[in-house]
T-cell receptor, first 115, second 109 residues
Framework: DTGVSQDPRHKITKRGQNVTFRCDPISEHNRLYWYRQTLGQGPEFLTYFQNEAQLEKSRLLSDRFSAERPKGSFSTLEIQRTEQGDSAMYLCASSFSGGSTDTQYFGPGTRLTVL | DAKTTQPNSMESNEEEPVHLPCNHSTISGTDYIHWYRQLPSQGPEYVIH???SNVNNRMASLAIAEDRKSSTLILHRATLRDAAVYYC??????????FGAGTRLTVKP
């Protein structure tokens, strides 16, 4: 399977704990995106990378959230001191920036439940 | 921010065409119109995109109004597997997609 993969698929944690999610993009894609989706809503943009550079961050990305893409390949999203409001599906997408517009390919998501 | 407006839900019968509308009256000249869909328990899936001209691919057709203030995604023969939430998105700055709530399509056998 050469699509976008995310790990874990499900995470249950207690409030106040730290969690880290991993995303492996399609191998030739240089852009990687993180989104958050709550029940009944569309995905909300969090941040994106071009290669290893983090080029944009949404105001939704509070100080407790940090994302990295150290070698321009896989990415991690860490949430520190989780809160119940962080419960959501976290989606990763990747694209190749070769034309006038990108097509983003999404992974299956990581569902986070904060108790 | 350029925004889109879609009906919350639509129903279709299996094997009939479906026309999913989207209004984007504040679209700018460089915004591309993208459509994605999200099946239950999956990440969004690319369907089609266009700028000014109508577009066809194996999944669907995209009809764009002449003034670009609206567009319609056309599924030529709906199947039960097409039941999903369909999102109409304006792509600007070539990266940042802003999803709305989308249209939940129900396909009846």
């Amino acid at each position: 399977d050469t699509g976008v993969s995310q790990d874990p698929r499900h995470k249950i944690t207690k409030r106040g704990q730290n969690v880290t999610f991993r995303c492996d993009p399609i191998s030739e894609h240089n852009r990687l995106y993180w989104y958050r989706q709550t029940l009944g809503q569309g995905p909300e943009f969090l941040t994106y990378f071009q290669n290893e550079a983090q080029l944009e961050k949404s105001r939704l990305l509070s100080d407790r959230f940090s994302a990295e893409r150290p070698k321009g390949s896989f990415s991690t999203l860490e949430i520190q001191r989780t809160e119940q409001g962080d419960s959501a599906m976290y989606l990763c997408a990747s694209s190749f920036s070769g034309g006038s517009t990108d097509t983003q390919y999404f992974g299956p998501g990581t569902r986070l439940t904060v108790l | 921010d350029a925004k889109t407006t879609q009906p919350n839900s639509m129903e279709s019968n299996e094997e009939e065409p479906v026309h999913l509308p989207c209004n984007h009256s504040t679209i700018s000249g460089t915004d591309y119109i993208h459509w994605y869909r999200q099946l239950p328990s999956q990440g969004p899936e690319y369907v089609i995109h266009g700028l000014t001209s109508n577009v066809n691919n194996r999944m669907a057709s995209l009809a764009i109004a002449e003034d670009r203030k609206s567009s319609t995604l056309i599924l030529h023969r709906a199947t039960l597997r097409d039941a999903a939430v369909y999102y109409c998105i304006l792509m600007y700055n070539n990266n940042d997609m802003r999803f709305g709530a989308g249209t939940r399509l129900t396909v009846k056998p």
